[in-house]
């Protein structure tokens, strides 16, 4: 018996990519399927993440033509990592395995052999992790270095640094159903299920055409909430500051009143006040920063509202 591989691929605003996208991913699975490596009833996902172009018409599109692309058009667009689990949760009981990938072919379509081959010999993660980051700026490939280095040292895991191109089997997948959070971090959260994983390298290449989706606003946001989604060392940071202020000034304060009683009052000295309560109101506004953050987490959680709602599912019976 062949593999039954699932493709997820999220789609927000790729008219101008899907064409390629498809036509590549197509001649890879008439390879495969020829290789008798995946079985004919494979099929490519498109999720639709409520596009405002003609996507989700092209996928209607590339539907109709050929049985091997699959489509779902999620209601309205709730973001990368909602649309990605949107579709890894609709097509896993269908599947042997999914492999997730971005539309925008900066992801190795070659890779998925060795993804598969990682597959067939026991792993059920297998992780896209790009040995080279030169297609994308300087800054954001600092950025991001910097960022898995600080997840690394305050999580209790550390995170392959991969940009959601990674296959899981459907005992992964059934794993990661069991997650009920609203603050989705898949990266973060795939690694704590634990089963066998590997590691396959790749070269990540331009985006084909189109924008990237994620500008710096959106970067910012992503890496807080995949800081806070994953670790509470930010909080108990704070409360070793907090405490080491404390104490800081519980002695200076001894020392103050030691000095007016030894020396008389000093007048003197407002400068220095100014400075401690300025430093000392921006140290709480960012305590409280943090909290908040959390809370606000909290918060959507507790509301428990849907991650997506799929309108349609567009998949020919297996
Ligand atoms: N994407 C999505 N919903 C969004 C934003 C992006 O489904 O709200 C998809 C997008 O179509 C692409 C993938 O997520 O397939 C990654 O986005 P992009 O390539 O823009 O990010 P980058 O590679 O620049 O980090
Ligand atoms: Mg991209």
Redesign the pocket.
Known sequence: MTTILYMV??????EQVLDETSHRLKSKYEALIAEQKISTKSRIVY?N???KDKTWEKIQEKHQENQMFSGINLSR????Q???LAGLMTVRALADCVIS????L?DDIDAIDKMLEAFETGSDVVYGVRDNRETDTVF?RRTAGAFYKLMEGLGSQSIPNH??FRLMSQRALDGLAQFPEQNLFLRGMVPLIGYPSSIVYYKRGE?FA?????PLK??VSFAVDGITSTSAAPMRLIFWTGLVCFLGALIWAIYIIINHFMYGPDVAGWASLMVVIIGFGGAILLALGVIGEYIGKIFLEVKQRPRYLVEEFLNDEV
């Not at 691929?9 to 790729?14: Q, R, T």
């Not at 990938?101 to 925008?104: G, N, R, S, T």
């Open positions: 691929v999220p789609c927000y605003n790729e999720v993440d409520g596009s667009n709730r973001g990368h909602n649309a990605l990938m971005d539309a925008d900066q954001k940009a959601d985006r189109g924008e990237s989706k994620y959106k970067m």
